[in-house]
Every structure is written in structure tokens, then in C-alpha cells.
């Protein structure tokens, strides 16, 4: 079993930054890929907005690319996401995810943490 807890959410003005971090504990083996979603509106589905894979290799929704990035620290099992830029369409709830297991067969969430960008 894994557990994931998010935080660094908040209010913050258009064109602010945040830091979200993800701290993961449990199981923490023959993980596949890492990453944040995030949910823009209730009933919406989650939208995956970076990533990180085994191999290293990192990948962003087309949306935040630029503005954003993920990063993990391995030895202290903490995943990160630097938002820059802000929009208001950036609000949402992220959420952290871990897949891992043969075939990505286990899916972790974190319980999300609120983004609101507004003036």
C-alpha cells in the first residue's frame, strides 16, 4: 500500500506561483511513473498535467508547459510540481498519483490539495 498526502495549495493572484509537494510513504517499489492531475471542476474528469516515468523521462499537458515543472527527490520520497505563470484556468484540485506494479496494475491518489488563482 502506498499513501500519498498533498500540499501547498491556496488563493494566489494571476501570474503567481505555488509549490506543490507530495509526500509518498509505504510500498514505494517497481514504481512505473509519478505524477499530478488535476480535477478543474466537479464531475470533470482528471486531467494528467506532468509526469515523471521510470526512465527519468518527463512529459507536461500541452496547457502548462513552460510555466510548469515536476520534479522528485528519490531519497526523501517527495514529488514536487513548481507552477509559474498562474491562470485562472489553472484552478483546480491536483492530486498527486503513483502507478506502479507489473502493467501499472496499482494506482495511487493522494486526497488533492485546492489551487484557486483569482484577483
Known amino acids: 500500500q502506498v499513501h500519498l498526502v498533498e500540499s501547498g495549495g491556496g488563493l494566489v493572484q494571476p501570474g503567481g506561483s505555488l509549490r506543490l509537494s507530495c509526500a509518498a510513504s509505504?510500498?514505494?517499489?517497481?514504481?512505473?511513473?509519478m505524477g499530478w492531475h488535476r480535477r478543474q471542476a466537479p464531475g470533470k474528469e482528471r486531467e494528467l498535467v506532468a509526469s515523471i516515468r521510470s526512465d527519468g523521462s518527463i512529459s507536461y499537458d500541452n496547457s502548462v508547459k513552460g510555466r510548469f515543472t515536476i520534479s522528485a527527490d528519490n531519497a526523501k520520497n517527495m514529488l514536487y510540481l513548481q507552477m509559474n505563470s498562474l491562470k485562472s484556468e489553472d484552478s483546480a484540485v491536483y492530486y498527486c498519483?503513483?502507478?506502479?506494479?507489473?502493467?501499472?496494475?496499482?494506482?495511487?491518489w493522494g486526497r488533492g490539495t485546492q489551487v484557486t488563482v483569482s484577483s
Open positions: 509505504g510500498r514505494l517499489s517497481d514504481i512505473n511513473v
Open positions: 498519483n503513483i502507478n506502479s506494479g507489473p502493467l501499472g496494475v496499482y494506482q495511487y
